[in-house]
Nanobody, 125 residues
Framework: QVQLVESGGGLVQPGGSLRLSCAASGFTLNYYNIGWFRQAPGKEREGVSCITMRDGDIYYADSVKGRFTSSRDNAKNTVYLQMNSLKPEDTAIYYC??????????????????WGQGTQVTVSS
């Protein structure tokens, strides 16, 4: 059974950091591209980052470039999202998702067939 489980969310002050984890089970992470998405209250879900498993290319939304870093640990079958210099506008539920496409898309969420349950990130003083 394919499953993605996010963890690591929480409450952090502006300027702080969090590291989210996306643990995969039921499949080998090595063969699939994994995206990170977020949905803020009252807003549509948006793409944050995508990492390609084959060659390790990573793509970021402009809003998080230079602050967020995605990485993977194949041995743990886990993808991470390191979030630094957090801002109140980063407050959202963060999801990871799996796509079978060979490319990474931050815009076309229909390409992602499996989603985690999400983890809440709140940036507030």
């Amino acid at each position: 059974q394919v499953q993605l489980v996010e963890s690591g969310g929480g409450l952090v002050q502006p300027g702080g950091s969090l590291r989210l984890s996306c643990a995969a089970s039921g499949f080998t992470l090595n063969y699939y591209n994994i995206g990170w998405f977020r949905q803020a209250p009252g807003k549509e879900r948006e793409g944050v980052s995508c990492i390609t498993m084959r060659d390790g290319d990573i793509y970021y939304a402009d809003s998080v470039k230079g602050r967020f870093t995605s990485s993977r640990d194949n041995a743990k079958n886990t993808v991470y999202l390191q979030m630094n210099s957090l801002k109140p506008e980063d407050t959202a539920i963060y999801y990871c998702a799996r796509t079978t496409q060979t490319t990474c898309s931050l815009d076309n969420q229909r390409e992602y067939s499996y989603w985690g349950q999400g983890t809440q990130v709140t940036v507030s003083s």
